[in-house]
Structure formats: structure tokens, C-alpha cells
């Protein structure tokens, strides 16, 4: 029990995370499945207090003379590149929906058309960056950067939950090897 609490406690923690748990749970001998999910439910725990708090702790520090600065600052970054992202993902919808509409004139009228979903973007970037296991990413960063970002927060937690999932799938198979992994289904 006390190395289960040790996973959770450490996959809290900011930057190591569930990258840094896995391999430790490994070490102790915790069997693989304890590890995955004491890692996962510690890593989801901060996601949805950073999606929610993040602008409003932003808020809060703006109000102070010494903060104002680094939450300009932090503000204008976001902004630049959020706006990158929603000018590509609209220049993208009109081009598709240009597209769309060339090809149903040449299509009969008497043709249904299924709608297309519009493929999200914003949502794989944030699933991948979250599952890469690499040193800066993962579901802090990620829940950062959607908060900043002013991404939908359901979907932003979503793309966290799946990140957090296939990174640990990712750490178990390095940790304890594919047939060490597999034993469950052998």
C-alpha cells in the first residue's frame, strides 16, 4: 500500500508525472495494472483545477504591480499563438467547405451527402502533446496551454484524459517490457 501512495504521490507532481511514476511503481514490483491506474488518477488529479483556475489565478496576479509585467507577457504569448491556431483551423473549415461545394455541383441533386465532421485540430495536437512521453510535456503543460489558450475545457480534459492514458500505455510497455505487459492477456 505505501508504494501505491508513493506512484500517486509522485505522479502528481509537475514535469515528472506519470513518466516518472511508472518507472518507479516498476522498480518497487507494484504489479503493472496498480501502477498504470494509481499513475493515471494521480496525473488527471490537477487537470481540471488548471483548466478552470489558471485565468482566474492570471486574474487575481494582474492586480499586483509586481506580477502585472509576467502576465502581460504570458497573456500576449498566448494570444499570438492561439490566434495562429484558430485563423489556421478557420482557413482550414472554408477550404474544406469550398471544397464541398465543388464537388456537390457536380454531384446529382438527388444525391444525399453525409456530413463531414470538421476535423478538430486543437484536440489531436493536445492528445499528442500530452501522450509524448519527452521531458516539458504531458497533462500540466497540456492543461496549461488549453487553459491559456481558451480551448473548450471539456473537450481540453477529454484530450488530457486520452494523452494520460496512451502515455501510461507508452511508460508500462517500456517499464516492465511488451511480454511483461501482455502477461494479463497470456
Known amino acids: 500500500m505505501k508504494n501505491i501512495i508513493y506512484i500517486f504521490l509522485i505522479s502528481i507532481l509537475p514535469i515528472i508525472e506519470l513518466r516518472g511514476a511508472i518507472p518507479v511503481g516498476a522498480a518497487l514490483g507494484v504489479p503493472f495494472y496498480w501502477n498504470y491506474l494509481c499513475a ?54 472554408k477550404n474544406a467547405e469550398a471544397a464541398c461545394e465543388e464537388s456537390s455541383e457536380v454531384k446529382a441533386e438527388n444525391e444525399v451527402q453525409p456530413k463531414k465532421k470538421r476535423f478538430d485540430g486543437a484536440f489531436l495536437g493536445l492528445l499528442l502533446f500530452v501522450m509524448i512521453p519527452l521531458p516539458g510535456t504531458g497533462a500540466w503543460t497540456g492543461s496549461l496551454i488549453a487553459a491559456l489558450f481558451d480551448l473548450p475545457k471539456r473537450r481540453s480534459f477529454l484530450a488530457a484524459l486520452l494523452g494520460v492514458l496512451g502515455a501510461g500505455v507508452i511508460m508500462c510497455l517500456a517499464s516492465y517490457g511488451v511480454v511483461g505487459f501482455l502477461k494479463i492477456f497470456i
Not at 492586480?63 to 502585472?68: A, L, S, T, V, Y
Request: charged content about 25%; proline content about 7%.
Open 40 to 93: 493515471v488518477v494521480g496525473n488527471m488529479l490537477p487537470v481540471p483545477f488548471i483548466l478552470l483556475f489558471i485565468p482566474k489565478i492570471l486574474d487575481f496576479l494582474a492586480r499586483f504591480k509586481i506580477f502585472r509585467p509576467v502576465v502581460e507577457w504570458v497573456r500576449k504569448k498566448a494570444d499570438k499563438h492561439s490566434a495562429k491556431i484558430v485563423s489556421h483551423g478557420v482557413a482550414a473549415e
